[in-house]
């Protein structure tokens, strides 16, 4: 077998939730493909790098020539911060059309036994935010795990003397469930019946 299609294979097989079995599956339909399809596919992978960067105020991707489609709409209400833990979360939150305030993303969730803490994640930015910014209430939108639920219960206690509404989705999600793999009606249901924290 060529080298090259290995090294695809490799690399495709990298991709979360990819094996191996799969990954030669997507290798073999690329060979069939015309080079023109197989180049934009390379461009638009390496565009990655180049052309997408992160929003320094929510952490949401941007288009590196473009402002932050959340944080500079005025359509969006500033009453509200939703925090998540990634921003491919933004998306299932998006799909409900619950949801118009601002977003704020940790980059993960606190796991002490992964060497995840408090200053690993965004959570100083939030704070600031907070402070200055002064919403009506945040959102804390972390998966329902163990470290979904530890990290929520940190950003309370933190949040506690600006005395901001803080809520929580309700269990409308399963406990173990990633956000940005729930059904919308499900994440929907969770925005409508949040609890305070």
Known sequence: MPPELLRAVEMIAHL???GRKSAFRIVFHLTKQSPQMIQEFCD????LATDISTCGECGAYIDKSH?????????????QI???EQPSDIIAIENTNEFFGLYHILGGALSPLDGIGPDELSLAALKARAETQKPKEIIVATNPSVEGNATAHYIADMLKPFSIKISR????????QQLDYADTQAVSQ???QRISI
Request: charge should be positive; aromatic fraction near 6%; hydrophobic fraction near 30%.
């Open 169 to 176: 989705l309700a269990t409308g999600l399963a406990l173990g």
């Open 16 to 18: 979360p939730g990819i």
């Open 190 to 192: 969770s925005f409508r």
């Open 82 to 84: 939703c925090v998540v």
């Open 44 to 47: 638009s992978i390496a565009s």
């Open 67 to 79: 402002r932050c489609e959340y944080c500079s709409s005025p359509k969006r209400d500033r009453s």
